[in-house]
Each structure stands twice: as C-alpha cells, then as structure tokens.
C-alpha cells in the first residue's frame, strides 16, 4: 500500500554549449521527480524532464495526482492503470489546464512512472521484464485508449499483441546482445566546427553507427556545412540524423532540407512547430524518400494519432517523460506498430527508462530494434546509469525503471 | 511606465448547477488576475479563466512574464507587441512545458491582456475604440504570425485589414445598435428539465433568438429529450445550439449527432477531444449541412490554423482568455477571415473582454455580426459589468477592456 509520497526538484546545470539547440540555448535538465513510498519502505520512483525554469510548477501540479494515490495498493492499481489515467488525466477543474498537455500532462508522466516503478520494484524485477510477462489483456488493462476507439479498441489492441506472440521467441536474444544506441551528444548547436568533427571521431571508435547533427541556424549556409562536414567523418553507412528543434518555418523548411538531401540524412526532427501536423505532412511528401522525424513535444496520445492518420511523420519519437507516462507511451507505440511506423524515443530520461521500454516494444509489439538515443550528460547522477558499450546499450537487470537518482 | 505588478487568485464559487456540463461537473470559475501599474497610478487588468484547482499555478507562471515587462513603456510595448509576444512565449526555458500551450500560455493571455487594457486606459478609450482607431499595420504590429508563414504573411495581414476599410462606415453603426447576445446558461447540464423549460421562456422573454443546451449524456436519449423540450419552446426560428463539451468519443458523436440533427440545431459544440482535429473534420463532413463549432480549448493560432486547412470546424470558439490573449485571439481572427469561418468567443471572461473584441472583428475585419455567448454568473464581480438588454449587448464606453473586478 502506498503510504506517502515525495515530489523533488532537481536541477542539473550542464556544461557550456551542452544540450544547446536552435531553439533552446542555456538548457538545465531538470526532473520533477516522484517518489511513492509502500508499507515496507520501498521507492517508487518517476521522472518528468523539463529544462529549468518552471520545474518547480510541474513538481506542484505532480503533488495533486500523487495524493490521489495514497492509501492505494500498487498492484491493484496497476490491475486496472487504464482507468486510474483517465481518472487522473480528467480531474474536471485541473483538465481545465490542458486538457492533457501541457504542466498537467508531465506532472501525471512523473506520477505514472513512479507506480511503473514500484509495481516492478514490487514484484522485484526490472521493468522491462515485468511488462514482457503481461499477457495482452494485463497490457491493455494499464491504458487509456479514450479518444482512440476510431483506431484502437481495447481488443484490437489485445489482438495486435497477441498476433506478436508467435515472434518473441526469436526477438527475445536481444536482450543478451543488447539494444543499439545512436549518440546525439556529436553535434549539439553551440559546438565549433572543431568540436562536432573530434567528437564525431569519438563516436565512431565508441562503435555508434548513428549519431545526430543540431541544425536550425539562422544562416543556412552554416548547416549545410555542418552537415556535409559530419557526413565525410562518418562516411556514408553511418546513419546521420539532423534535428532542427522547431526552428524552421513551412517554407525555410522546404528550401534548406532540399539542400541538406544531398547528403543524405536518416531523418529531418523536429523541423518546424509540434502542433503542425500538416506543415509536417506537406514537408514530408516533398522530402520523401527523406524522413521527417518527430514526437518529442506532441503531449498526447490523441495528437500522435493525428500524425498517424495523416502520415504526416516517418519516424514517432514519443517521449514517456513528455507525454503522461509509460502507460500512454505504450499507447501511442500501439499506434504506431498498427501504422506500422517505427518508434524512436526522445529520452529525457536520458535512456533510464526508455531502455526498458524499447525492449517491451521490439519483443511484444514487434517493433524494429533500431537504436535508441542515447545522451550522457547525466550518466554520475543515477544510481543505476544505464550502460553503453560499442554503440549497444546493455539490458538493464536492477529491479524497477532504472530512475534512481543519487 | 510600468512600475510593478501583481498576480492574483480570485475565485467565484458558483451556485449548485451553474456552470455545469458533460466533462466539468462543479467548476469553480476561476482567474488569474494580472495587474500591471504605470508611473501615473493607472492600472492594466488582464485576466486569464479556469475553473477551480491550479489556477494558483496560471498565477505562478503569469509572474514569470509580468516580471520581464516592468520598465518599460507601454506605448513602446504595444508599437511591437507581436516581437514581445514572440519572446515571451518561447523564453526557451519555460517554452518547453509548453509549447504555447497548458499553463504557460494561459499566464501569458493574462500578462498580454494586461497590457492590452493598460493601453486602451493610457490613450483613454474603450478598448474597441482603440482597436478599430489603429491602421492595419499598427494592429499587425501587434500580431505574431510566426509558424504561420504558409497561410498569413505580415503584408497579406495588412491588405485583408486595408481591404476591409472600404465597408467600415456600413459596419461602425453597430456600436448604437449593440452586438447580438445568445443565452449558455439556460440549459447547463445538471438542471432539471423543468429548470431548462422555464430558463427558455426566461430567455425568450429577455429578447434572445439564441440559446445552448449542454449535452453529452451517458445516456444519448435524455439528450435528445431535452435537445427537443428546447426546440419546442423555442420555436423555429430561435437558434438552438447544443454542446457536448469533448464527452463523446468520435463513434458516439457520429451515432447521436444523426439522431439530434433532427430538432435542427445551429451547431454541435466540442463533440469530441479538442486535439482531434481529424475526427472533427469526419463529423463536420458526416453531419453537414448542419456545422460543428469548437475552439474553447484549442491552445494557440497553430492548431487553429490546421483547423482550418482541414475545413473541420464550421464555427471557431477562439477565446482571448485560453490562447495567448487579445494579440494570438486578433490573429486567429484574421486566419478565420481569410477562411470566411465565423468567429464566435468562448467567453471565459463572461464576456467582458469579448465584447470589446468583437466589434473589431466586425468592424475592421469584416466578420459578420453573429452573436456573442453571454453567461450572467458573474456580474456582481465586475466593476462594469456588461449591459446586455433585449438579447443585445450594449457598446461598453468605460476606458479599458472592461475587466476590472471589484
């Protein structure tokens, strides 16, 4: 039975130019971090990522669901999760406030993760394990599908995992040889030239075979460079994602990524606002067979379906800190596995949790086991940081989510 | 100048009923009062609305931006206001628990009214005098129409404003006739059936040949029972507009809407999940010729603007107290205009503020007079309550947008 709760505020400065974006200059990764405490002392624990300023606003609203939680035994609301998010997520005054998006929306993520974590912790495995033993109803059991029954009724849903059943025999050794990795850290914007070449060069002994290039300068001149420059280090099996971060508009977007095709990128994140599905849908027919990228600022479920429907993105980088946690992160990965679109978190978690989470999707949903990012800025303040060896993040085998922090 | 600032939490408790609907059961209307003072003493009101819980943090976030404004002049503000909008809504920190979006963009719609009403009281007129008094590029000035470069340029702004000149002497008389008011508060949805009867003939009696009924039942047939007690007092003639707000999941609007086009309605309000914009656009095509409205809780000019390259909404709710305020409410206007959709407010500020705004939308855009919502519950709070009489509203004179509160 949870007994209390605690909501934290950590905030960790980075060093100059680290995590810098075309959008985002001076970011401080932040966590609201839950923890949810049961009879016999143990931790749930649940991160939501900001990057500063008005953490401590999510850690306020998070306190409004954790106390809803009190008195309440872990297993049995995991038994019936589905229905305590839409409870949780449409708290009538509080919806008034997103609905389902926004301070609200990451301070339930951080919620719903702590009782992810605690659940694991509880039955004392590591999380990824615990979902890849549900049984496809016990799965469906922890979503929300509100809002989704044009697409995904409860035993569609059932029966989409239940049709993976028959692989995950043979998916299941990834857990020995371990989930890839891409590295992000490569190229972030405020990096010289210098910089993104040596660490370009450190990424490739480091044994990554994808990394990722911060465009969206004001002079396009400056990416295109940037872009061909990391392109000739890596040469040309290295896949080479370029992430504006919302910095384009429609039409800057259609001029530059005609020229940034040229060297070929994996993908294009992130080029223009998180709520234009069609400028991504319009962007995405004229660059194809370039891919657009994106999801880590779409809130909810109900958005991304949106996407979807219109196949407006190539590539869905739904965040479980981003949008209201595990539960709707494996929402969405339904979707996406419906659409048959592949999913490749944003981790502000920084790869804690989501290297559970792209385990459960390559064994029981069948997803591609492409490569998960991975950010490792944060590596010395978890208690569990996750281990990345020859480009493959290794299998977590701590019980619970890995969000530990020290 | 403005010299300081203060934030804050008033709420109005409301009687058992009042306010009620499908989702939102006890509301207790809500602002975030924002008040920035000049040199001189005046003071500049702006409100942002939610109903009840956590609008203490709208109140903590509206800080974060009242902060940055103080110092400077307010003519100076108000010359590029669209520049200061555009640096206060993506202060790249705060951004990311947004973007544009959820509690961030609420405390901002409460910072930018603000200033609007501290403008419209330093040059010493009602707001609508000041609005219609500027040229089109003064008031595209005060717009930002970033991410919208697709669909609305600054000089396409300005020559739909120019172009609209031409009928501003046919259209100025309005304000001696007033602006149509239509009823919301006959038919909330926890009053009885003989509470909604009664208010009819009330409404009826006060002149009005507009009215709402709140809808989304878990039973469908009380909703058609009462949607036709409405019809039959009302008559063919008066407009009958029913409201779902968001309860119903796409199937179920497709199913009822069919059954309630029957008694004729002028439109379905917020059927379902106000990020769906997909599943309105199937409504609104499988329901024609009657339309769909929606827009009360869509967050910003972004997903309005994909609303309407859809063609999904008939109607938009667009309310100056839900997106960033007077500017993002101005510009969504003129996305409507270039649309021909109507503009028709959600009045989270009862319409205190909207009834300024309206009238320059039809004035200087060119909007047709439609009607604007009117809710009572709240007049005793306000230092100049709007004056609806005979169904009209009258031309507010007092200087300011009217938002002062007792």
Redesign the interface.
């Known amino acids: 039975m949870i007994k209390g709760y605690k909501i934290q505020d950590r905030r960790f400065p980075l060093q100059l130019g680290v995590g810098s974006d075309a959008?985002?200059?001076?970011?401080?990764y932040s966590y609201t971090v839950t923890s949810l405490t049961d009879e016999v002392g143990r931790e749930g624990v649940g991160l939501a990522f900001?990057?500063?300023?008005?953490n401590?606003?999510?850690c306020?609203?998070a306190k409004?669901y954790a106390e809803k939680l009190v008195g309440k035994d872990i297993e049995e609301i995991m038994a019936s999760f589905g229905s305590i998010f839409n409870d949780l997520s449409?708290?009538?005054?509080?919806?008034?406030?997103?609905?389902?998006?926004?301070?609200?929306?990451?301070a339930l993520a951080s919620v719903t993760n702590a009782c992810y974590d605690l659940w694991a912790k509880t039955r004392g495995v590591p999380l990824w394990k615990l979902l890849i033993d549900l049984s496809p109803q016990d799965i469906v059991n922890t979503l929300d599908l509100?809002?989704l029954?044009?697409e995904l009724s409860a035993s569609e849903a059932v029966d989409l995992l239940t049709a993976q059943r028959a692989g995950l025999g043979d998916r299941i050794g990834i857990i020995n040889t371990g989930y890839p990795g891409y590295d992000t850290s490569v190229g972030w914007f405020n990096y010289s030239d210098e910089q993104v070449k040596a660490n370009c060069r450190k990424a490739l002994d480091a044994g990554f075979e994808a990394m990722k290039l911060k465009v969206g300068s004001r002079d396009p001149l400056r990416d295109i460079k940037r872009a061909h420059i990391v392109r000739e280090i890596c040469g040309d099996k290295v896949k080479v994602m370029l992430d504006a971060n919302?910095q384009w508009?429609?039409?800057?977007a259609m001029s530059i990524c005609k020229e940034l095709k040229e060297m070929n990128p994996y993908w294009i994140e992130e080029p223009?606002?998180?709520?234009?599905?069609?400028?991504h849908k319009?962007l995405a027919d004229a660059i194809a067979p370039i891919k657009v990228a994106m999801g880590e600022?779409v809130?909810?479920r109900?958005?991304f379906?949106?996407y979807l429907?219109?196949n407006a993105t190539g590539f869905v980088q739904v965040d479980a800190v981003r949008v209201g946690g595990v539960s709707e992160f494996i929402t969405v990965s339904l979707l996406c596995r419906k659409y048959n679109i592949p999913v490749v978190p944003h981790v502000g978690d920084m790869g804690q949790l989501h290297q559970h989470l792209v385990l459960f999707n390559h064994i029981s949903m069948g997803h591609e086991a492409l490569f998960l990012e991975h950010i490792p800025h944060l590596k010395s303040y978890f208690k569990h940081p996750v281990r990345v060896e020859d480009g493959v993040y290794h299998t977590p085998m701590e019980v619970g989510s890995s969000c530990d922090l020290l």
């Open positions: 959008i985002h200059q001076d970011p401080i900001t990057i500063g300023a008005g401590e606003l999510v306020q609203a409004f449409n708290e009538q005054q509080f919806r008034w406030l997103g609905p389902h998006k926004g301070i609200v929306h990451l509100s809002y029954e044009d919302q508009t429609l039409p800057q223009t606002h998180p709520d234009d599905i069609l400028a319009k600022h809130p909810n109900i958005l379906k949106n429907q219109l």
